[in-house]
């Protein structure tokens, strides 16, 4: 489980979609990066991603790791957001999650994604749901 | 560079082995390929695990090991990508080889993985995976691969059956390898009907949790010739490193192997070989999905064409193209930083004529592909008997 | 000057169960329950939900319908619930942080049972009314747990309600024509620090409790601000049930249509410090400009806290930006049956 600071770290992406757009080449980076991978640049502006996106890769954990067991099975999915940045996200409320194709049209709610124990942090992110 | 060649080989069996260590079980695998070579001494070790750390509580692994065969002081080191460790410590040791800065080097891998439990060992496998744009949401490794299975589906037409007619393949292989994990048959329908594990991945679609270890020995070229006289000997005609993106959401198409596809380039550039040239290779099928990727990425087929030459058997032991003869990783076993050093071992005995009954006639040129995680890292190698 | 809230919000998870689900399991009369209670349904959420995330999107909602409020210029945010996920550490931090509201804000938790919500927008409006901060954002949140074979277990039900206050006229949308809260020590309903599920007086939680306290606070409300109730177009009042915010609307002179679009609970069940709060966003999202709305909600313990809203011409502009509060109830449903209700809230005792 993660330690208070590494998830308070990361608390401007998995909280509020900030991204990093490379004054470069306009490629927006999430997580952001020090460099640039497409046009090795060092210079960015602040992003925000947007919320509304389409499944491109789905599929369905029946044997969930440690900390999900309460969940499975699950929908989880890459998904590629209205502005070409792709993410990995859990596809919640789905009554069957088998029904999950490729191209379903999401957007990303704020859920708890995990806890550590009865009483450990809890860790909070965004899980994409069906429109 | 100097050429340079395999003289030794060293298996044991893998498994669940209860009774023995990580130090018993490598030092069995060392000890074979040193007799197997018929030398005592070295100049380096290199040693493939992923994570001794936290499998056995054990980092530090290339000293202890090293001093575990009375070999304390010479030159040791652990390599790591993942389940591509084992093929990066070969490489380590023919860089070495090839530079001229060691004669012999004992090349091993090792893991041991039945001391922490199920759970812990899923844990461990996963920190392959990006932990916090992949691991933080619940993906698993099944999961990643089911992913790229799902896109490699809706984009080529691939199906589950063709994925298991893979099982099925390698589980029939292999029956025919004493050393390994699983010596039983498996049908396309035993597969279909195991438990879904990730959609569309079942439990005979994955590769096992396994202990187990393996080591050849490095020598140069025209020194292992001066030894063997007219007798066959492996060399290292090829070897190829790639990375991509370890996150899924970063790959630019999760229907291909990026890194296999450029780690395989630089392999044949050198070897100066073509896919067609390869007469046997052992391909990393940590679950089904990923050998058919991975023979489309090593350019055995076109893409798309990986699931039906599967299907129609032409990878099988007696066909076109004999993809993983030893049983590959799922018959096998995974033992995860052991496998790429047991793929070399597997070809160079099929290119000595050695593989028993899983021999593929007149062998001559073969390739291992090993791969970290999800695909991030690749290591091809081509060996050719000489 | 006049303030009021510039932007509202509400989230209503999308899992449901069935009044007779639970009847079912503990061998009670499902008809008669539903009879006594006007409770057919209540909301369940996910094992992802909780106080918090309910309240982020409701406070993601309010901002939307604020067009164009700057997350950072809201100085205040409060979040009332008794379901807050810790003990100790705030809901509000954490939706403060979500929402890009840190570093510059006062944020704290409250906890008065059901009126938590209410309390939070006394608050957010107060610290604006006083000229302290420019916006202040008060929130009402709950998952709330009813013990296993426990009547309570009928009602109690999760949702979220979010409202930003301000005084900036061409945004409001609801404006505060009065506020009067009346408060006791009743001890109708309570929870000991270390328990899991909450104690009640039985019969002693309506007139002692629930009916002395909002007729009370209505009443009062409605003779020092100088109005009858026909002035009103709507009235939402606290919604333990269905009958009891019919029966004390009627009592205080009410009609069924005033408190038609406020009324969720049959089908929403208590959703404690969201309850009369998220019937106020569903009344909001039918209101007209120049519509008189009473709110009165009702926190054991106890006290009642209620607000006189006058809506204005910015209203119609808001409505449809943000997910309707009756659609949320009414569509995309997912009903679980016990088992699943059990493994969702906690119930089930799990290996170590």
């Not at chain 2, 990006?130 to 089911?146: C, K, N, R, S, V």
């Not at chain 2, 099929?350 to 028993?356: R, S, T, V, W, Y």
Request: net charge negative; with cysteine.
């Amino acid at each position: 489980m993660e330690s208070p600071a590494r998830s308070w770290r990361s608390y401007p992406q998995r909280y509020r979609l900030e991204a990093a757009k490379c004054s470069g080449c306009g490629k927006v980076l999430f997580p952001p990066r020090l460099t640039c991978p497409n046009c090795h640049g060092r210079e960015f502006t602040q992003a925000t991603l947007p919320r509304d996106g389409r499944v491109v890769a789905p599929t369905v954990i029946h044997v969930p790791p440690q900390g999900f067991k309460e969940h499975a099975p699950y929908a989880i999915a890459v998904v590629e957001l209205k502005n070409g940045v792709r993410v990995m996200v859990q596809v919640a409320d789905m009554t069957d999650p088998g029904e999950l194709a490729v191209g379903d049209p999401v957007h990303l709610e704020f859920r708890r994604i995990r806890e550590d124990g009865e009483a450990g942090l809890i860790f909070y992110g965004h899980k994409a749901i069906r429109d | 560079m100097r050429e340079v060649a395999i003289i030794g080989v060293g298996m044991i069996d893998w498994g669940e082995l209860w009774g023995k260590s990580l130090r018993e079980i490598w030092a069995e695998a060392a000890l074979a390929a040193l007799d197997d070579a018929g030398i005592d001494r070295v100049d380096l070790i290199t040693v493939g695990c992923m994570s001794p750390g936290l499998f056995v509580g054990q980092e530090h692994l290339a000293s202890l090991l090293a001093d575990e065969i009375g070999m304390a002081g010479v030159a040791s080191t652990r390599v790591e990508s993942a389940c591509a460790s084992g093929s990066l410590a070969f490489r380590a040791g023919f860089a070495e080889v090839a530079a001229g800065l060691s004669d012999l080097v004992l090349v091993t891998g090792v893991e041991k993985m039945t001391d922490v439990d199920g759970a812990d060992a899923t844990y461990a496998l996963g920190t392959a995976a990006d932990q916090e744009l992949e691991g933080f949401h619940g993906i698993t490794f099944p999961g990643l691969y089911a992913m790229m299975a799902r896109v490699h589906m809706a984009h080529h037409g691939t199906t589950s059956r063709q994925l298991a007619a893979v099982a099925a393949k390698n589980h029939a292989n292999g029956l025919l390898n004493p050393h390994a994990q699983y010596h039983m048959r498996v049908s396309i329908d035993d597969v279909l009907g195991s438990t879904m594990v990730a959609d569309p991945l079942h439990l005979l679609d994955c590769s096992p949790i396994t202990d187990g270890a393996a080591a050849v020995v490095l020598a140069p070229l025209d020194k292992a010739k001066d030894h063997v006289g007219n007798r066959t000997v492996v060399k290292v005609a090829g070897s190829g490193l790639a990375t991509d993106t370890i996150a899924l959401a970063n790959r630019e198409d999760l229907a291909r192997l990026r890194a296999v596809e450029l780690a395989a380039e630089r392999a044949y550039v050198m070897a100066g070989r073509r896919p067609s040239d390869i007469h046997v290779a052992e391909v990393h099928d940590c679950f089904t999905i990923a050998e058919i990727m991975a023979t489309e990425a090593l350019g055995f087929f076109e893409p798309g064409e990986g699931g039906p030459a599967a299907e129609r058997g032409l990878t099988a032991l007696g066909d076109r193209l004999p993809i993983n003869p030893s049983g590959g990783l799922k018959s096998k076993g995974h033992p995860v930083g052991a496998t790429g050093v047991a793929q070399i071992a597997e070809i160079t005995l099929q290119l000595l004529g050695k593989a028993g009954q899983r021999q593929v006639e007149g062998a001559r040129v073969g390739l291992t592909q090993n791969m970290g995680g999800s695909g991030g890292s690749s290591t091809v190698h081509i060996l050719e008997a000489v | 000057m006049s303030i009021g809230i510039v932007g509202y919000g509400s989230f209503i998870p999308r899992r449901r169960i069935k009044l007779e689900e639970i009847a079912k399991v503990w061998g009670a009369d499902a008809a008669s329950y539903k009879r006594g209670l006007q409770l057919h349904e209540k909301s369940v959420p996910g094992k992802d939900e909780d106080t918090i995330t309910m309240a982020v999107e409701a406070g993601r909602r309010a901002l939307v319908r604020s067009g164009g409020v700057n997350p950072s210029a809201i100085g205040a945010v409060y979040v009332g619930s008794e379901s807050h996920p810790y003990a100790v550490k705030p809901s509000g931090t954490v939706v403060a942080e979500a929402l890009g509201i840190t570093p510059e804000a006062h944020v704290g938790d409250l906890e008065f049972a059901c009126k938590a919500g209410t309390e939070s927008m006394y608050l957010a409006y107060s610290l604006v009314k006083a000229g302290e901060v420019g916006y202040a954002l008060g929130i009402g949140a709950d998952t709330s747990q009813g013990a296993p074979g426990d009547a309570l277990e009928y009602s109690t039900a999760a949702g979220a309600a979010a409202f930003i206050f301000g005084s900036d006229e061409e945004r409001i949308v609801a404006e505060v024509v009065a506020t009067y809260s009346w408060t006791t020590d009743t001890p109708d309903f309570w929870r000991r620090s270390q328990m899991h599920y909450p104690r009640h007086g039985s019969r002693y939680t309506g007139e002692p409790a629930y009916f002395r306290h909002i007729t009370s606070s209505a009443a009062g409300i409605m003779e020092r601000a100088g109005f009858k109730p026909e002035d009103f177009a709507f009235a939402v009042f606290h919604q333990p049930n269905g009958k009891f915010p019919v029966r004390v609307g009627k009592r205080l002179g009410f009609t069924t249509k005033q408190m038609e679009p406020g009324w969720l609970s049959p089908w929403l069940g208590n959703t404690y410090s969201g309850a009369s709060p998220i019937g106020l966003t569903a009344s909001f999202d039918v209101a007209k400009p120049g519509d008189l709305i009473l709110i009165t909600s009702f926190g054991s313990g106890a006290g009642s806290d209620s607000f006189i809203f006058r809506m204005t011409d910015r209203i119609t502009a808001v409505q449809a930006l943000a997910p309707l509060t009756r659609m949320q109830l009414d569509n995309d449903k997912i009903y679980v049956d016990y088992g699943t209700y059990a493994k969702l809230r906690g119930k089930i005792r799990m290996g170590e």
